[in-house]
């Protein structure tokens, strides 16, 4: 008995993108699916009752950081990340490996582990499968990620060969670690840069190990686009078609379309709430930078197209005066916009699939959202 | 026609104490109050709808804060402050008289006004009571207040004196200035420091002038609680029973029950939230530091006794986790805790009021909250 449950509901005729149900320990989501991030078991300004009235279905939330921060055995106590953290929807933990490759100094890295340091106090510390594997038992979230190492992008195929080979090694170890499956379902994540022959080779290696559930790992990481999409092309078909796919760290509006357009179910990106925070907005016709003087008197809401509490409640030209006070509400405001944005999104292209049109659905979002103008790399 | 109407409902037999109800255009509120203030029409950390859910039920803002940023003509151009900060119960504005004696630099007192400079920017500025009038006016509160000198603790009898007096004559001119009387009720603030014959010919002066309501100003500016005791013990009498009674800038738990039992019906102080942007609560046993090492594992809510959304759902150690962390829900559910614990204290002295044992209750809260111990005076 496995915790987590593909259920399939339909494949779209002009897309093939998957429309699907993923069942939990704490409930069922929808996909495919945005999950906000909760880095230190909270979503950054939101509240669990802000994210329930978005209607969020799973979370995610970082090992690393819960690791260092309250640390694992306080979020045990509590009675595991649901309770610590008052959400009793769906979480998802990664396996500290992309922070520790990313936030941390001095890591070397051998076939036992990571060893690095603590990117707060300095403090040399040891991660390593049989240790992520711990800590997630002791989180509690519904879903663990594998630990593995995500080498930045562009990295030889030397070197990548030989790292996901020792991903796959310890993405064996960490399975064996494991020591609650049924109450947690273990995700294995396949790497392999942008080289076909090792994504496969990624790929076969873990889907024998037999995961209930499959990411991607190592895209986003300064890659043009067109490699995400071709790397996703290729290597979803070798993934089961009974068990999720998540696309690690990915979060603008276009690769959310794109990626599902590829089969992927789930995905997860800090890029709206981190741009919140700087006072930029997603809307249905592009990015707003709502800092700029010219909405000090734009009293329309941030998207008039948007039926969410704050456009239905506040202004642009308050909104500018709250980000520019530094006052937290505009902060709040501004992430709970934007994850909205990307959560109905969703919610609209899995309306697309269910209506067999994902692919116009997608020409007509870029067309408004602005994609198709000169500068749509900033998107 | 005034904007502002009291109606006394009783008088507590025991304390003495006045239950009423302030009747405004947004609606009427409940006395005695407190006020959460919103200094830059945002109460720091919470949302409009956090602040109904714990029953807020007039908020203040500040002229001086909001005159600089974003300007009274946005905050007119939005429809008013309620408009602008989407918040359609009762708001009272300060003169800005209070900031630019506490903030600003260089200020030199005339007769005709107070130069100073821009707390922000170093900018030179001259605030007037006409142009104070003009700023509420256009901002649009359910009330205003006049403008006046607030000198520091302790003063001279001799300054105090010409204070006064040109705090009268001021008074005065705010009364001429003021454009809309019939939308908003403009409040007299009596001064005098700890000087009975000035707070009594304060008091006359303003009287005579017919306000809507009064403030007593220059309290809790570093005198002696006593002190605050004895002005409100001989100043209230001064004051028709017909109209609403107003101590500026007092918050803490043991000043409004005594405020209100000599005959005060509103405060406002940011004593809650700013206290609980560092971590520190209220509960109904007395003060908590939540930031200690002593709730990192104490999943107990803040208190035990309260019946807050916060205190409902999350607990000592995961709320010492956010402050830790730095991360804003942590800051925002220590201010919705603190506020609605003053809130909920003003509801419990009404209640006393109706019941006449409002000394009784105080004594019952004095006890459990901690001001019988020696380090009472921090409280």
């Known amino acids: 008995m496995t915790a987590i449950k593909y259920e399939h509901i339909k494949t779209c005729k002009q897309s093939g993108a998957r429309l699907g149900k993923v069942h939990t320990p704490h409930g069922t989501f929808e996909t495919p699916i945005f999950m906000p991030v909760g880095t230190l078991a909270t979503v950054k300004t939101m509240s669990p009752e802000d994210l329930k009235q978005m209607n969020a279905q799973i979370i995610l939330s970082n090992t690393y950081h819960l690791w260092l921060r309250p640390g694992e055995d306080i979020v045990e106590e509590a009675g595991g990340i649901h309770r610590f953290m008052n959400w009793d929807r769906p979480v998802l933990t990664d396996s500290g490996g992309f922070q520790v490759f990313s936030l941390s100094d001095l890591r070397h890295i051998t076939e036992e582990g990571v060893h690095f340091r603590n990117h707060l106090s300095g403090e040399k510390l040891f991660l390593t499968p049989e240790k992520s594997m711990q800590i997630q038992n002791a989180l509690g979230p519904d879903i663990m990620m594998a630990f593995d190492e995500c080498p930045p992008y562009p990295a030889e195929h030397t070197y990548m060969k030989a790292s996901v080979e020792r991903t796959s090694r310890w993405a064996e170890r960490c399975m064996k670690a494991h020591a609650r499956p049924e109450d947690q379902g273990l995700f294995g994540i396949v790497q392999g840069g942008e080289y076909e022959d090792l994504r496969r080779q990624s790929a076969e290696d873990l889907v024998s190990l037999d995961f209930p559930g499959y990411a991607i790992g190592g895209l986003s990481v300064g890659e043009p686009k067109n490699v995400m999409n071709e790397v ?10 009974d068990k999720p796919r998540y ?25 709206p709430t981190r741009i919140a925070r700087n006072g930029t907005l997603m809307t249905s016709t592009g990015r707003l930078v709502v800092r700029n003087a010219a909405y000090a008197r734009d009293f329309r809401p941030i998207d008039e197209a948007c039926d969410c509490h704050v456009c239905q409640n506040h202004s642009r030209a308050y909104i500018r005066h709250l980000i520019k006070c530094n006052e937290t509400l505009g902060l709040r405001l501004c992430s709970y916009h934007n994850l909205h944005f990307l959560l109905n999104l969703m919610e609209q292209v899995r309306q697309a699939i269910r209506d067999d049109r994902l692919l116009d659905f997608r020409t007509e979002f870029f067309e408004t959202y602005g994609f198709n103008k000169a500068d749509a790399k900033n998107f």
Not at 232 to 241: D, G, I, N, R, V
Not at 247 to 271: E, H, K, N, Q, T
């Open 232 to 241: 996703l092309e290729y290597t979803t078909p070798w993934l089961p078609k």
């Open 247 to 271: 696309l690690m760290g990915v979060g603008s509006a276009d690769s959310l379309i794109d990626g599902a357009i590829r089969g992927i179910d789930m995905f997860d990106c800090v890029l």
